[in-house]
């Protein structure tokens, strides 16, 4: 295929989510059973969102525009890509970045998140004109000329010592934070909200810890992030909700909560799941120059970072840890 006719797919694609057929339901339903975080609110936001801001038309063209890709590839790579399931689809975008290079790929899911990019893979290969591209679901990596790997600290390790040998992109923990003045609006702390709650804080991109200036009253926040009290019913989300505040009361630390979600005034960027840090600062400025080039930061929301809301509505050139995947590809 040339770059012409794999855009046309991807748009297919596109259209393909948004009309959510019984096989797409179906694929839906298989990754909820198989990972109870998946729920469907969560799982249909990521959906719409790939399929509105990733494979429809324009989107895409400003994307490819940025960058000297060829109609046809000359010299296809086999692409290994080991997947994270932290969110439904987190490997959709290398998975996307692969396939809009004219690359081959073999994939490997993470148990937690199979059942939606095995079948979006599957749709897309099944159609006419892609089986010149070949998407292989794969246990184990092998043979591959080029890896892209997704996990935690731990694991990042052995993924450098095995791919050490071929060009690679290994990425690692991340997590994100905001900087609030105190003079948010009910709408942009709802917004905020979006940012800590969406997939119950599982992405790098959820919002897991807040700067707000000193004398900050925590009042109205709570209030705004009541808007997903619901989640307290969700019996994992409750169970790890109840372990951090047995913690708490056991160490006889202070917290606030609204009975969603646990505040705590700790100075790690990381926080459990149900628990948000918070740091009390004098100078605004000052905290982001302590947040400039931390590799633990995957985006920052609020003051001079991107608006509230946005944090899990990433673009396509927004690419983990600041790694452009597609110049990496273009370049093998």
């Given at each position: 295929?040339?770059?012409?006719?794999?855009?046309?797919?991807?748009?297919?694609?596109?259209?393909?989510?948004?009309?959510?057929?019984?096989?797409?339901?179906?694929a839906k339903q298989s990754?909820?059973?198989?990972?109870?975080?998946?729920?469907?609110?969560?799982?249909?936001?990521?959906?719409?969102?790939?399929?509105?801001?990733?494979?429809?038309?324009?989107?895409?063209?400003?994307?490819?525009?940025?960058?000297?890709?060829?109609?046809?590839?000359?010299?296809?790579?086999?692409?290994?890509?080991?997947?994270?399931?932290?969110?439904?689809?987190?490997?959709?975008?290398?998975?996307?970045?692969?396939?809009?290079?004219?690359?081959?790929?073999?994939?490997?899911?993470?148990?937690?998140?199979?059942?939606?990019?095995?079948?979006?893979?599957?749709?897309?290969?099944?159609?006419?004109?892609?089986?010149?591209?070949?998407?292989?679901?794969?246990?184990?990596?092998?043979?591959?000329?080029?890896?892209?790997?997704?996990?935690?600290?731990?694991?990042?390790r052995y993924f450098d010592?095995?791919?050490?040998?071929?060009?690679?992109?290994?990425?690692?923990?991340?997590?994100?934070?905001?900087?609030?003045?105190?003079?948010?609006?009910?709408?942009?702390?709802?917004?905020?909200?979006?940012?800590?709650?969406?997939?119950?804080?599982?992405?790098?991109?959820?919002?897991?810890?807040?700067?707000?200036?000193?004398?900050?009253?925590?009042?109205?926040?709570?209030?705004?992030?009541?808007?997903?009290?619901?989640?307290?019913?969700?019996?994992?989300?409750?169970?790890?909700?109840?372990?951090?505040?047995?913690?708490?009361?056991?160490?006889?630390?202070?917290?606030?909560?609204?009975?969603?979600?646990?505040?705590?005034?700790?100075?790690?960027?990381?926080?459990?799941?149900?628990?948000?840090?918070?740091?009390?600062?004098?100078?605004?400025?000052?905290?982001?120059?302590?947040?400039?080039?931390?590799?633990?930061?995957?985006?920052?929301?609020?003051?001079?970072?991107?608006?509230?809301?946005?944090?899990?509505?990433?673009?396509?050139?927004?690419?983990?840890?600041?790694?452009?995947?597609?110049?990496?590809?273009?370049?093998?």
């Open positions: 295929m040339n770059l012409q006719q794999r855009l046309v797919l991807l748009r297919r694609l596109g259209e393909y989510i948004l009309a959510n057929g019984p096989a797409l339901d179906k990754a909820y059973a198989e990972n109870p975080w998946f729920i469907p609110e969560f799982i249909d936001f990521q959906l719409n969102h790939i399929a509105n801001a990733f494979l429809s038309p324009e989107p895409l063209a400003a994307w490819i525009s940025r960058y000297n890709l060829p109609e046809n590839n000359p010299s296809p790579k086999n692409i290994g890509i080991v997947m994270a399931g932290n969110i439904p689809l987190a490997g959709f975008h290398d998975f996307l970045c692969a396939f809009i290079t004219g690359h081959r790929q073999t994939i490997k899911p993470s148990s937690k998140d199979a059942a939606l990019i095995t079948h979006l893979a599957r749709t897309l290969s099944g159609w006419e004109g892609a089986a010149d591209q070949p998407i292989a679901i794969a246990e184990m990596l092998k043979d591959c000329d080029a890896y892209i790997a997704v996990g935690s600290n731990n694991s990042g010592y095995y791919f050490s040998k071929y060009p690679h992109i290994i990425r690692r923990n991340r997590s994100s934070a905001a900087i609030l003045t105190g003079n948010e609006t009910r709408e942009e702390l709802e917004r905020l909200a979006d940012d800590v709650y969406l997939y119950f804080g599982l992405g790098c991109r959820n919002i897991t810890k807040i700067y707000v200036p000193a004398g900050y009253d925590f009042l109205p926040l709570l209030e705004a992030f009541k808007k997903y009290d619901r989640l307290a019913e969700h019996h994992k989300y409750k169970n790890n909700y109840d372990y951090q505040l047995a913690i708490l009361i056991v160490n006889k630390m202070y917290y606030m909560t609204n009975g969603s979600i646990l505040l705590q005034e700790n100075q790690s960027l990381f926080s459990p799941i149900s628990q948000l840090h918070y740091e009390f600062y004098e100078d605004a400025r000052t905290v982001e120059q302590s947040l400039e080039g931390n590799t633990d930061l995957q985006c920052l929301v609020g003051r001079n970072g991107l608006p509230f809301g946005e944090a899990q509505l990433p673009r396509l050139n927004d690419y983990a840890d600041k790694t452009d995947t597609l110049q990496f590809l273009l370049e093998l």
